[in-house]
């Protein structure tokens, strides 16, 4: 059934409502599996799969010791992906991330230039604590991110697909970090707050972590699979109404514009194009997770806010005021009616 | 001219003919400048075109769904707009009834009315009524189906759809096959159905009321009128106007002949001619007053003994008033008769406006009358200025401000006497001159006047001054305009020269106005 899906996507025929259920019960394994592993986080999880379906790129933000490198090495085994984790220093070099040209010795004992990959040549990358890097490291990602290829010494070398990203970055240290352009924020299809455990989660916490073996993940779909998800998920219809509210949230968070004063009063910069693109990719792979076969206005208000909080940037003011992206964009959602 | 043209005859280059639309215009465009914005930002809606779209048989279950929610929303909000408009209905035929005498050419206004309107309504809710994509949504809302059954009408148009397309269809079919949408959007009376019951029952019982009565507004209105309430908060209002109405008609109606024929007319209503001849009159009555103490008009000296007392001036002057019309009938008071005789040939003369201004000038210092006492009391020495004969137009002159102080007190109301009493008043003070008379404590308040201009009757005003004699302020505010000089001099003067002197000052009195 598995080889399936992967053919019938292969061969770009039209998706099946068979092909969507099986992607909804796919996800559900791997959901099933990362939970053996990761307590409670069902918001980071479901947030990390939807951008794994949609092609995108994910920026967890949030303190040491909640999970976040577990989360992505679990999901890493669960769809069987090549995995590979950065840890981003201030002396992290772009080739350090990329790779570089060597001189290789062959067997005849000649002597040539060759490229090495570096550690971005996987399926599922960890960049644990992205901020830490320099810009320049930092913006080693960039082409890596949207254009799946990396480019050394005028020599593009494409990435294997699906190629997917997830940084990590810690909001409580902020010295001697760097903090991300907006251009690279912009790559990144989802930024998840991963929170504190409640209480029931923490016992489970250490239930699981301080008695007997650690379980062992196994994996449920493979790279081919995901891409023909990828597939699936950009065949789900979205209805006219629905595209426009997503039209109006996006154009809502522009300060030039004239419909919120939200935006003109505390935002500096709005949300790119990006943003609606994610609104929508986010809502069709959430709606085929719920068994839907349309986007609906309650997918798009559930990832208004990991899909737009890092792509505004708010201004002196907003700051001053102690207002925060995600508060702006939920007063911006209330006031903004779908029809 | 037309104003617009004078404004471009006077201001070249200023606003033109269309000038005057110039502001609405500019709100027009302001408004319109925002309506092809809105239409541009706004994506074209797909409600029209799913309307005009022949669904699949697929669909067929949902469009009749659909249908039935659109026919409960469309009678919902009918009623809804058909009870406002009864209530708004009801309400006018309650204005009519409380209001309207004759309520048949009004009834069978709203009624048209009413029909018009209704019919209006149904056309308007009719062409507005919600489109199949609309309703799916709201349908979709009510149900929570998360906008399956929009996005399966959007997707209606498809033919021979396959994948996710033909799945999402049959999803949204199956779900709308369970839904019951009579229950979901049942048809309901709008809320203001109570309040239009309480204005049907209000206007019939209203209507019932009009059978046998008058319209219960107007009458509520007339016995409010008729309160007594009412009237003593309106009635000095409504008399002080109507007295000023019928001093102005009175004054402009009035002729010199007219004026001189009916010396008994109300002193209020005196034209500058009647002030010539109240003054006269009221130089009579001073003078039968005076005559009372002289003994000459044997009378006078009959008078009621309450009168001889201390008669408050009031009556006192209208004691003198019936005295002088008397008098004046009998051509029996040499003065009066004297000036009487003279007066209408010199009146006539007088032009009218003359005679309004001078009246307007006694209206005004009848206002001031109490104020001028004051000031009269204060300043006794300008009551000599009689002598100059200046104070004999009364108006805004200081002149007339000093003959109203005189008017005021007792001193003007002797030297009123004088003046316009000429020889007669005259005679009356030189027989005061003689008379030791003790009756004549009925003349105590000019003699009071007297002392305090000077006069020769001086030491005898000293003798009779008493209190009390400020309480003529009142009673000479007719005669301030009339020259106050010294009746012994003009005892002699023929009456053709006075009225040259008169018009002497009223047109240096024009002069300084």
Do not use: C
Not at chain 1, 133 to 157: G, R
Not at chain 1, 298 to 326: K, M, S, V, W
Not at chain 2, 436 to 452: F, G
Request: hydrophobic share 35%.
């Amino acid at each position: 059934m598995t080889s399936s899906v992967g053919t019938e996507g292969q061969a770009g025929g039209q998706p099946s409502g068979p092909q969507a259920e099986l992607l909804a019960e796919k996800m559900a394994e791997v959901r099933g599996e990362i939970s053996k592993l990761i307590v409670g986080q069902t918001e980071v999880v479901d947030g990390v799969l939807i951008a794994l379906l949609a092609g995108g790129h994910v920026l967890l933000e949030g303190a040491p010791g909640l999970g976040k490198t577990m989360l992505v090495r679990t999901l890493a085994q669960a769809v069987a992906l090549k995995y590979s984790r950065i840890q981003f220093t201030p002396d992290l070099m772009p080739a350090d991330v990329i790779g570089t040209s060597v001189v290789q010795e062959n067997v005849d004992g000649r002597k040539s230039l060759g490229f090495q990959p570096g550690p971005i040549f996987t399926n599922l990358l960890l960049a644990d604590e992205i901020n830490r890097a320099t810009p320049k490291t930092q913006s080693a990602l960039l082409e890596a991110m949207q254009e799946k290829q990396v480019t050394v010494a005028h020599t593009s070398h494409l990435l294997e697909e699906p190629f997917f990203v997830m940084a990590t970055q810690n909001p409580l240290e902020m010295e001697g970090t760097y903090p991300l352009p907006e251009a690279q924020l912009d790559r990144f299809l989802f930024k998840l707050r991963v929170p504190y455990p409640g209480r029931e989660d923490l016992h489970e916490i250490l239930d699981r972590t301080t008695q007997g073996t650690p379980a062992s993940i196994r994996p449920v779909v493979n790279g081919s699979q995901i891409l023909q998800m990828r597939h699936v998920v950009r065949a789900v219809p979205v209805a006219p109404h629905v595209q426009e509210y997503v039209v109006k949230l996006t154009l809502a968070t522009h300060p030039e514009t004239r419909e919120n004063l939200v935006a003109s009063k505390y935002f500096r910069y709005g949300s790119s194009p990006r943003g609606a693109q994610t609104l929508i990719l986010g809502g069709k792979v959430r709606a085929l997770l719920d068994g839907r076969y349309n986007v609906s206005l309650e997918d798009i208000r559930a990832l208004l806010l990991p899909a737009l909080r890092h792509r505004i940037i708010l201004n002196f003011e907003a700051q001053a005021d102690g207002r925060t992206a995600d508060d702006l964009l939920e007063e911006i959602a209330a006031k903004i009616s779908p029809n | 001219m037309r104003l617009g043209g004078k404004l471009n005859s006077t201001v070249p280059g200023g606003p033109s003919g269309t000038v005057w639309l110039s502001a609405p215009i500019a709100v027009w465009h302001r408004v319109t400048s925002w309506i092809p914005t809105a239409a541009v930002e706004k994506r074209p809606s797909f409600s029209p075109v799913a309307d005009r779209r022949e669904y699949p048989s697929e669909l067929s279950i949902l469009v009749r769904t659909l249908n039935t929610v659109r026919q409960r929303i469309l009678a919902n909000a009918l009623l809804r707009s058909w009870t406002r408009w009864a209530v708004w209905i009801l309400v006018g035929l309650i204005a009519i009834g409380a209001v309207l005498s004759k309520v048949a050419g009004p009834l069978v206004l709203v009624g048209v009315l009413g029909t018009t309107g209704a019919a209006a309504i149904l056309i308007w809710t009719w062409r507005n009524r919600l489109p199949a994509y609309e309703a799916a949504q709201r349908l979709d809302s009510v149900a929570g189906l998360k906008d399956r059954l929009p996005t399966a009408i959007y997707l209606g148009g498809v033919d021979n759809p396959d994948g996710l397309i033909a799945q999402q269809r049959k999803d949204a079919v199956l779900r709308a096959t369970k839904l019951d949408p009579r229950s979901l959007f049942p048809v309901r009376l709008p809320t203001s159905v109570g309040r239009a019951l309480a204005l049907i029952l209000v206007v019939a019982g209203l209507f019932a009321y009009r059978i046998n009565h008058k319209p219960p507004l107007l009458s509520l209105l007339q016995s409010a009128t008729r309160s007594q309430l009412i009237q003593s908060i309106f009635s000095p209002l409504v008399q002080a106007i109507q007295k000023d109405l019928e001093r102005a008609v009175a004054l402009v109606t009035m002729k010199p002949d007219s004026a001189t024929a009916d010396p008994r007319r109300d002193d209020s209503a005196l034209s500058s001619d009647d002030l010539w001849k109240g003054g006269d009159e009221k130089g009579a009555k001073d003078e039968q007053q005076q005559a009372a103490d002289n003994g000459n008009e044997q009378d006078q000296l009959q008078a009621p003994p309450g009168q001889d007392g201390a008669p408050s001036p009031d009556a006192r002057q209208e004691e003198g008033n019936s005295q002088s019309q008397d008098e004046n009938g009998n051509q029996s008071a040499s003065g009066n008769s004297q000036q009487q005789a003279e007066s209408p040939a010199a009146e006539k003369r007088q032009s009218l406006g003359q005679s309004l201004m001078q009246a307007l000038k006694n209206m005004l210092s009848n206002s001031s009358s109490q104020q001028a006492n004051n000031r009269a009391n204060q300043q006794p020495s300008g009551q000599g200025t009689p002598q100059s004969g200046n104070s004999h137009q009364p108006g805004a002159t200081e002149g007339d401000k000093r003959g109203e102080s005189r008017g005021s007190s007792d001193a003007k109301q002797k030297a009123t006497q004088t003046a316009s009493e000429g020889a007669g008043s005259q005679q009356g003070s030189k027989e005061l001159h003689k008379d030791p008379n003790p009756h004549s404590i009925n003349a105590i308040p000019d003699r009071v006047a007297l002392e305090a201009s000077g006069f020769k009757e001086q030491t005898r005003m000293n003798v009779e001054t008493e209190t009390g004699t400020a309480q003529l302020a009142s009673r000479d505010q007719s005669t301030q305009g009339d020259a106050v000089v010294n009746g012994a001099e003009q005892e002699t003067i023929p009456a053709r020269y006075r009225l040259y002197v008169q018009r002497y000052f009223e047109h240096a009195d024009d002069g300084k106005r």
